[in-house]
């Protein structure tokens, strides 16, 4: 089985039945899926719904491509929270998946250290490329059988919310940007981690 999301779904897929087993069910579109047929080896590639827990146990592997660093980064929404958090690595995790959520035993984690420029969008795009890697690397392995596994430590879960959509300034910065901005001529600008942001309004009035 395979399931994912995002546009890394459809190359995978085909890289998948380019090896030896037989995908009796796969869905790129991140549906929820309810019902499952026979299998031995379930693929969880950044799939955004919770497997029900009937489908653990018994000869039913899950596998799960977590673009976060486990067990620091469990849950959703994990670039704004490592950000935010101060969190000094990010990364990418392959786990095998048990009930709970991104708590199973992990087959491995790749890390790299978050810079002061480094946005979430930043952060996202680096772990894709090492899920990328991970896949790649330990699927063929996961084809065959179990492969080594450690259990995971303490660690913290982010549920999904509401992220926060406007930046709070005080009165004088909004005043600084009202009187720089000439737009579309020209557009005040500030420094987050030593890269500029280019502040454009949403309409003009």
Known sequence: MFLSRGNWGPSLLR?????????????TENRRVETFPDYD?????????????????GRKVWVNFHSAPLPEL??????????????????????????????????????????????????????????LRLFRKHIPALLRGKVPSTPQGPGTYYSKSRLPVYVDLNEGQERLIR???????YNALVKVGGRSYRIIPEASH
């Open 179 to 185: 009187a720089l901005t000439v737009h579309p001529l």
């Open 41 to 57: 080896l379930g693929i969880a590639f950044l799939y955004g719904h919770r497997i029900p827990p009937s489908e653990f146990g």
């Open 74 to 131: 469990r849950g959703s929404q994990v670039a704004y929270h490592a950000i935010m958090q101060h969190v000094p690595h990010f990364g990418a995790s392959i786990h095998y998946m048990d009930p709970d959520l991104d708590t199973g035993e992990l087959i491995e984690v790749l890390r790299f250290a978050i810079k002061p420029h480094h946005t979430a969008g930043d952060l996202v795009r680096r772990s894709h490329r090492l899920l």
């Open 15 to 27: 890289w998948l039945k380019q090896h030896p087993c037989e995908v009796v069910y796969s869905d």
